[in-house]
């Protein structure tokens, strides 16, 4: 399974393009209020067309070295979310960490849960991933019942654990694990 994937309602699920700044950042915009009790402070330059195409141009060099993948959630054009396989580890771990977002005025349209669900399969299949692990705050239950439809396990309590809108904030840390093969030998 390749990306691009047909979600919900005609939404896509696609790799992050450099050209995807503007959209990003009107994206972002929309939604500052919606994920600010969920995302770290940004800095000022975050929120202009110059910070999301820097952003990206970093993102992209990650994902050329295989670190992250990322993904947005695109329809009509417009982005209604992102979603992203991060600190990709490889060797005896073979592992990832989700995260994810979606717009306020696309939630409870089944798209998280598709797009979870969609990055579980490229991880087990195309990226030969073991592990996958994802953190939600206590409080966002919605993306815990996301998480669990999909699979995922609770294994952990972490206190203080990211610095989430100015503070340090607690976090349910959750697994999936995707299939039992054996770590790919590494290339010499």
Same mark, same amino acid.
């Given at each position: 399974? %390749?990306?691009?994937?047909?979600?919900?309602? #005609?939404?896509?699920?696609?790799?992050?393009?450099? #050209? &995807? %700044?503007?959209?990003?950042?009107?994206?972002?915009?929309?939604?500052?209020?919606?994920?600010?009790?969920?995302?770290?402070?940004?800095? @000022?330059?975050?929120?202009?067309? &110059?910070?999301?195409?820097?952003?990206? @141009? +970093?993102?992209?060099?990650?994902?050329?070295?295989?670190?992250?993948?990322?993904? %947005?959630?695109?329809? &009509?054009? @417009?982005?209604?979310?992102?979603?992203?396989?991060?600190?990709?580890?490889?060797?005896?771990?073979?592992?990832? +960490?989700?995260? !994810?977002?979606?717009?306020?005025?696309?939630?409870?349209? #089944?798209?998280? +849960?598709?797009?979870? %669900?969609?990055?579980?399969?490229?991880? &087990?299949?195309?990226?030969?991933?073991?592990?996958?692990?994802?953190?939600?705050?206590?409080?966002?239950?919605?993306?815990?019942?996301?998480?669990?439809?999909?699979?995922? @396990?609770?294994?952990?309590?972490?206190?203080? !654990?990211?610095?989430?809108? #100015?503070?340090? +904030?607690?976090?349910?840390?959750?697994?999936?694990?995707?299939?039992?093969?054996?770590?790919?030998?590494?290339?010499?």
């Amino acid at each position: 399974m %390749a990306l691009p994937v047909i979600l919900p309602g #005609g939404a896509v699920l696609r790799a992050q393009e450099i #050209g &995807d %700044a503007p959209a990003l950042l009107d994206a972002y915009l929309r939604n500052r209020e919606h994920l600010q009790r969920y995302d770290p402070l940004r800095p @000022e330059a975050f929120w202009t067309l &110059d910070g999301q195409q820097r952003r990206l @141009e +970093s993102l992209l060099q990650q994902q050329q070295a295989g670190a992250v993948l990322g993904t %947005a959630i695109v329809r &009509d054009g @417009e982005i209604l979310g992102t979603a992203m396989l991060n600190t990709i580890v490889r060797g005896a771990a073979c592992t990832a +960490s989700l995260g !994810y977002w979606v717009a306020a005025d696309a939630l409870r349209q #089944g798209l998280a +849960s598709a797009t979870v %669900a969609a990055l579980c399969k490229l991880a &087990d299949q195309e990226l030969d991933l073991h592990r996958l692990s994802a953190s939600t705050m206590p409080s966002n239950v919605a993306s815990q019942g996301v998480l669990a439809k999909n699979g995922f @396990e609770k294994f952990g309590f972490a206190p203080r !654990y990211l610095h989430i809108n #100015g503070a340090w +904030s607690d976090a349910i840390l959750f697994q999936r694990i995707l299939n039992d093969r054996p770590a790919a030998l590494p290339r010499c």
